[in-house]
């Protein structure tokens, strides 16, 4: 490599060039991983969408010792190429339906790349990752109809994002004195609402707000599994009647188990009429907000005091990806912010210190620079892209659904929403016979996930076991969905003997 000429100090203190890669060997091995990156983003199609990691290298995970030496770089390559590529979990596939996780667009997996590259702390500061988190903020702030005076942050993900606006909401009702003497020093309790539907995220966070989750209360929906407004309002009315605190209520926009949107505007209003803060999780389904069936219904949305919302499920950015927005920006940093005044920025755009630091509004300081990668993916694929692909994903929703009727042979849960499917196979013959249908379906769910030609998972709704599909993937086309009807009626006479 650079032989001829003579060494700098740098690479004198460094013979081995561990430290200090050169610029050569940087191109050479990082060739290598791009070719890496193209084979297995390429071959996927033509593999098993999912396998379970070999038992006797699942041993070999669990029971090694750190290396001592150091070893080449190519080594370490072509050890990922063969023990850790070939066992993804699923979703970079054309026929993966599992929860809620989409394959990664590719401008997405470059800018992880090059964050990583200049790997600066998105905490504040003046240098450019933070105004493209910015940039990403405002975009969202757009997209979802906040107003301008709002604040947001990346986060990790859904979870973050509801603990982060709930602490806010939490302030918001009990002042300073929530920090300084936490939740002993108040004389009622606090109590929120959901539905039963609602993810199990705000459990955990109301835990770690120390509200106590018997004190998350949850409000009746109808059969379409939406809060009951009605129901909201008496539960509020009869917690102020014995004393307890009332916060905030949870409404979801898009549910992960069958999509369903709770009524956005009469929610607000119940809201408005307690002075109750309104947080709308919509992790998986706010970006619906693009499509044309959609997006009147979610345009409520901008009525929330707060708003969680995944890039990293139906924007398809690579996990994680996760982005909480507060319509009162000084709120959540007064829930937040831990820096003496004298320390806290003044909203300059020069000098060292820059606008008010992320890490003032929410819990993370050191913060990777999660921006890039949305930004990337925002830019090449524009609003117009991301339009037309969540607008296929539900149509393709649509189709299975319709797939699934026509059949005869399966109960699909109705009404269906946005790009989930909640069906279980009931051919009518077992039906009568009494047969346990929710057994079968187990059986023949695990079937279908080990067989690996396409990958749904369940859920349970009203007691009954039901197969679902969520379609958060652009590389899905027609005939990958049309076989997944198939493919269970196939799986189903194996099993029934
Ligand atoms: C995924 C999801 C969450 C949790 O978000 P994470 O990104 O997994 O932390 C919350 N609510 C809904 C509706 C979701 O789909």
Redesign the pocket.
């Known amino acids: 490599m650079s032989q001829s000429r003579p060494k700098s100090s740098r690479e004198s203190d460094d013979p081995s060039g561990r430290w200090e890669w050169s610029a050569e060997e940087i191109r050479r091995i990082g060739y290598r991983v791009v070719d890496l990156i193209a084979t297995h983003l390429t071959s996927l199609p033509d593999r098993p969408v999912f396998r379970p990691f070999p038992a006797q290298l699942a041993s070999k995970y669990l029971s090694s010792t750190p290396p001592e030496l150091g070893q080449d770089a190519d080594d370490i390559l072509e050890t990922f190429a063969q023990e850790i590529e070939p066992y993804p979990f699923g979703n970079g596939h054309p026929r993966f339906y599992g929860w ?1 996780n989409s394959p990664p667009v590719v401008m997405g997996i470059f800018g992880e790349a090059l964050a990583a590259a200049m790997n600066p702390s998105c905490a504040g500061g003046n240098h450019a990752p933070v105004y493209v988190e910015r940039e990403v903020i405002n975009w969202f702030r757009q997209i979802l109809g906040f107003p301008p005076g709002c604040m947001g942050l990346l986060v ?7 603990l982060t606006a709930l602490a806010a909401a939490r302030h918001h009702h009990c002042g300073d004195d929530i920090r300084t003497r936490g939740l002993q020093a108040e004389a009622a309790r606090l109590t929120f609402y959901r539905t039963a539907e ?2 199990s ?1 705000h459990q955990k966070a109301i835990e770690l707000l120390g509200v106590g989750s018997e004190n998350l209360r949850r409000v009746a929906h109808d059969s379409c599994l939406r809060m009951s407004p009605e129901a909201l309002d008496s539960a509020i009315r009869a917690d102020r009647a014995r004393g307890s605190k009332p916060i905030a209520v949870i409404a ?1 926009a ?3 188990n069958t999509g369903a949107i709770d009524p956005l505007d009469k929610l607000a209003e119940v809201c408005a009429r307690h002075q109750l803060w309104l947080h709308v ?5 706010g970006p619906a907000i693009l499509s044309e069936t959609y997006g009147k219904e979610l345009s409520a949305i901008s009525r929330a005091d707060s708003i ?1 919302l ?1 890039p ?2 139906w924007f398809y950015v690579p ?2 990806a ?1 982005l909480v927005l507060v319509r009162n920006g000084a709120t959540l940093r007064a829930a937040f912010s831990l820096v003496p005044p004298y320390l806290q920025t003044d909203g300059k755009t020069e000098g060292v210190a820059g606008l008010p630091w992320f890490s003032e509004y929410g819990f993370q300081q050191t913060r990777a620079f999660r921006a890039l990668k949305i930004w990337m993916a925002l830019h090449y694929h524009g609003l117009s892209g991301y339009r037309r692909s969540i607008e296929r994903d539900i149509a393709l929703a649509e189709r299975l659904t319709r797939a699934l009727k026509t059949s005869g042979r399966f109960e699909v849960f109705e009404p269906q929403q946005l790009s989930i499917v909640c069906f279980r196979y009931a051919p009518s013959e077992l039906a009568q016979r009494g047969g346990d249908l929710d057994a079968l379906n187990r059986a023949l769910l695990e079937r279908v996930q080990l067989e690996g030609k396409a990958f749904l998972s369940s859920t349970v709704i009203a007691d009954k076991f039901w197969l679902r599909a969520c379609i958060v993937n652009p590389r899905a086309r027609d005939q990958d969905i049309d076989m997944v009807p198939e493919l269970i009626l196939e799986t189903a006479q194996s099993l029934i003997p």
């Open positions: 809620v990790s993900g859904g979870s973050m994002a509801a609602a993810h995220c979801s898009g549910t992960v999780d919509a992790a998986y389904g969680a995944d990293h499920k996990v994680e996760g």
